[in-house]
């Protein structure tokens, strides 16, 4: 059974920093493209980063850069979201979503498969 559940999210202050966690599970990542993305209350959902898991390559929506970054570990089967320097209007579920390799599209892919999401709020 293909599962992808998203965890790490939570309450944290501005300037603050939280890892998201996107453990895939009845499939193997290695050769999957993997996004994340997500959604705040009365906005669509937009892309924040995506890799390539068959040739490590990353790409990033350009609002993203700097402040966001993806990695993945093979061994775990899991790929991770590091969030830094937070702002309030980065609140929103955060989601991951795969992809076949060979339809791998970067951000504008047509996702196989979608987490749950989790919650991540910024707020003092």
């Known amino acids: 059974q293909v599962q992808l559940v998203e965890s790490g999210g939570g309450l944290v202050q501005p300037g603050g920093s939280l890892r998201l966690s996107c453990a895939a599970s009845g499939f193997s990542l290695d050769y999957y493209g993997i996004g994340w993305f997500r959604q705040a209350p009365g906005k669509e959902r937009e892309g924040i980063a995506c890799?390539?898991?068959?040739?490590?390559?990353?790409y990033y929506a350009g609002s993203m850069k700097g402040r966001f970054t993806i990695s993945r570990d093979s061994a775990k089967n899991t790929v991770y979201l590091q969030m830094n320097s937070l702002k309030p209007e980065d609140t929103a579920v955060y989601y991951c979503?795969?992809?076949?390799?060979?339809?791998?599209?970067?951000?504008?892919?047509?996702?196989?498969?979608w987490g749950q999401g989790t919650q991540v709020t910024v707020s003092s």
């Open positions: 979503a795969v992809v076949n390799w060979e339809r791998f599209r970067g951000l504008r892919s047509t996702w196989d498969y």
């Open positions: 890799v390539n898991s068959y040739d490590g390559t990353t």
